[in-house]
């Protein structure tokens, strides 16, 4: 009998349940194909990236090869493609490529490095931020789905109230009643430890009932924040915060990033109210695995198609929010070039020197289109109900 | 329906609550005071800054300060910071210049999205579709002030007549045509600008719903069944595509007051955007909290326009 069931599996004619002929990989390649503006979008995608790597080593140290920020006023608003006057240069000033490829902007200053430099600046400014949306939108989300359900006790709230009222009045200066509220808080969170010890035993004073008291639930809270979040007008809420904050390129990631998880969060918890219920969490918690790593290692990846497509056209967003904060004056400030302030300083001489809206804006178009095209494409990629109709 | 009514009216109050709150913080736990804007300016002595505190409640702490901003600006008492207007007076006036812009570009919108998303849909996979795709994409796409510009040369070009501003200045005495055609022009741009992420989004939007549609098992029947194709297309399909869109007039309330920052800014047009733009340069506070509270209550009463349409038109959906 052994012997049979082994030649049997030997037996190349009968086929036993095998793997899916073709891997995750070679599906993707051979769906995306089809989908021509696609390609066209992650071949952008990829050129992009590799310029504004070597945007960061060629234009950043002491002695770039590129030098975005060198100022030559002898030499201002030559088009593109024209030669440099030698012997009105020192020999440093003189461009490495030996002509202005993109031309030079009011300072004389070579835009070929400028916009090197600002592909850098703009593809940090869209993942940087799309980065923070995406991890905050996955932790709420993941939250919200997977804990819903339980409800926040009074005393959590009465206990985080405290401490959040402690450290506010430290910050601003009112040191008593801070610390009051600080002493507070922190016997809160003691007390409750202890009650719940009391709990657990099925000791239950009447007194405790009221301190334990269900309030809403975690799911009810997060999406209300996410409703709340949804109210504010964003780039309205963005120019007033960048405004006000000083001027920094991380203060802009930062900001665009807070204001824009909010789509991350639904997807992540409408996924998770679907996967929570399947066999495979089942299994997981019957082995004890714990609820963190069920999220995380288990659930979350499987969940990742929708943030991924988010991910990518919240990139193409964040780059052109970017530029239109550059454009008002409050974006990435000088000497860092970006798209949208090459843009912004060239628009005064848009009648003697297009090349200085032109070359930016179309640089912009292109990055933007690829990213929302190759997002597109791995939409219908990724969800197998769109996959026929198209 | 009365239940729905009421919870979904307190909810969006608890929002709205919450909404002020958070602003009113943003604001005002951000770094810099609106009394050390220009302290350069040999005007603003320590005692005209302590006066301007006293005036605007800013020596009070926080909390009371949030109770009197609502308590005037409920009260329509609210003045800006900056010239001691009625801040609710500004805002109407800026919101008259705004409003032809919006009224314009919504037209623009939902009359060319339809039109091109249907036929996009009907012909799916052919020329037109293909191109209408990538077109919208490429609208999607385009940084707005960089199409403002391109659109600026273009007209100015062409037709040699003057977009910035919602006039031209000394045009007192000239005929009646000659006075409307130039606000027409001046009108055109900015809400063709205005309505482009519009229309590429929503000819998207109705042309996946149509997708849908058209696949259905009905749609097969009438089309087995011998009726000629625009019947099938027009009757069968459209107005049941068109469901889910009559909700979003409700969704559109919110632009009337969100003009948009930037192409208010290049053709120098006197609206709400513009107008916010100025109050954060100036940290005219009241203004920049006004707005926000306007838009929030109109985010907040258009969703619930959209929800209670959305139960009107479609009796499958009980709330």
């Known amino acids: ?390 | 329906m009365l239940s729905f009514i009421g919870r979904s009216v307190i909810q969006k109050i608890i929002t709205l609550f919450f909404v002020m709150v958070i602003s009113f913080l943003i604001i005002h736990l951000a770094p810099g005071e609106p009394s050390q804007v220009d302290p350069l300016n040999p005007k603003f002595t320590p005692e005209m800054v302590e006066r301007f505190r006293e005036a605007f409640h800013l020596d009070k702490p926080l909390h009371v300060q949030f109770v009197y901003f609502y308590r005037d600006l409920f009260t329509g008492k609210t003045v800006s910071w900056k010239d001691n207007e009625p801040v609710l007076k500004k805002i109407g006036e800026r919101f008259l210049n705004s409003l032809p812009l919006f009224i314009v570009g919504t037209i623009l919108t939902w009359t060319l999205a339809f039109p091109i998303g249907i036929r996009s849909a009907i012909a799916r996979g052919g020329v037109y579709d293909r191109s209408a795709t990538f077109v919208s994409y490429l609208l999607y796409s385009i940084p707005g002030f960089f199409f403002a510009y391109i659109l600026i040369l273009l007209v100015v070009n062409t037709f040699h007549v003057p977009v910035i501003g919602m006039k031209t200045f000394g045009f007192g005495d000239v005929s009646v045509l000659r006075t409307i055609m130039d606000r027409v022009w001046h009108l055109l741009l900015p809400s063709v600008l205005g309505a482009t992420v519009g229309i590429a989004v929503l000819s998207r939007y109705v042309r996946s719903q149509m997708l849908e549609v058209e696949s259905q098992d009905y749609v097969r029947t009438a089309r087995a069944k011998g009726l000629p194709s625009e019947q099938v297309h027009y009757k069968h399909a459209l107005r049941n595509a068109l469901l889910p869109f009559v909700t979003m007039f409700g969704l559109i309330l919110p632009g009337l007051i969100g003009g948009s920052v930037i192409i208010e800014s290049i053709f120098s047009w006197p609206g709400m955007g513009r107008m916010a733009y100025e109050a954060i340069l100036a940290r005219d506070y009241p203004i920049i909290l006004s707005v926000n509270f306007i838009s929030a209550v109109l985010v907040l009463i258009g969703t619930f326009i959209s929800d209670l349409l959305y139960m009107v038109v479609d009796p499958r959906i009980h709330l």
């Open chain 1, 1 to 390: 009998m052994k012997t049979d069931s082994k030649n049997l599996f030997q037996n190349k004619d009968i086929e036993g349940p095998s793997a899916p002929q073709e891997s995750r990989w070679q599906e993707f390649w051979r769906l995306l194909r089809r989908n021509r503006l696609a390609v066209a979008g992650l071949i952008i995608f990829v050129c992009f990236l590799f310029i504004a790597l070597g945007g960061l080593v060629l234009t950043s140290g002491t002695r770039p090869v590129f030098d975005p920020a060198m100022v030559r006023l002898q030499e201002k608003l030559r088009p593109p493609l024209s030669a440099p006057r030698v012997e009105d240069l020192r020999p440093e000033e003189i461009p490495t490529l030996g002509i202005y490829l993109l031309g030079t902007d009011d300072l004389g200053r070579d835009v070929f490095s400028r916009m090197l430099q600002g592909a850098w600046v703009s593809s940090t400014v869209g993942f940087v931020a799309v980065g923070i949306a995406v991890l905050i939108g996955i932790v709420m989300g993941g939250i919200a789905g997977y804990f819903g359900q339980n409800h926040v006790r009074f005393n959590q709230i009465f206990v985080t109230i405290a401490l959040l009222a402690g450290a506010g009045l430290l910050m601003a200066g009112i040191i008593v009643l801070g610390i009051a509220f600080l002493v507070v808080g922190i016997t809160g969170a003691a007390l409750s430890r202890q009650w719940k010890r009391g709990l657990l035993k099925g000791r239950l004073k009447p007194w405790d009932k009221v301190f334990f008291a269900r309030t809403i639930s975690i799911d009810t809270l997060i999406m209300r924040l996410v409703d709340i979040m949804l109210c504010f007008p964003v780039f309205f809420l963005i120019l007033t915060v960048v405004a006000l904050l000083p001027a920094s390129m991380y203060n802009i990631m930062i900001v665009i990033g807070l204001t824009s998880w909010m789509g991350t969060t639904r997807f992540v918890r409408a996924e998770l109210l679907s996967l929570r219920e399947q066999d495979f969490v089942t299994a997981a918690k019957a082995l004890g695995v714990k609820d963190w790593r069920i999220i995380f290692r288990h659930m979350i990846p499987n969940a990742m198609a929708p943030v991924l497509v988010s991910a990518t056209i919240g990139i193409a967003s964040a780059i052109l929010i970017e530029a239109g904060l550059s454009f008002l004056g409050f974006g990435v400030p000088p000497p860092h070039a970006t798209w949208g302030n090459i843009l912004s300083d060239g628009k005064r001489f848009i009648f003697d020197a297009p090349w200085l809206t032109f070359i930016p804006g179309f640089a912009i178009l292109i990055v933007v289109l690829a990213f929302n095209l190759f997002g597109e494409g791995l939409r219908d990629i990724l969800n197998p109900k769109l996959r026929e109709r198209y």
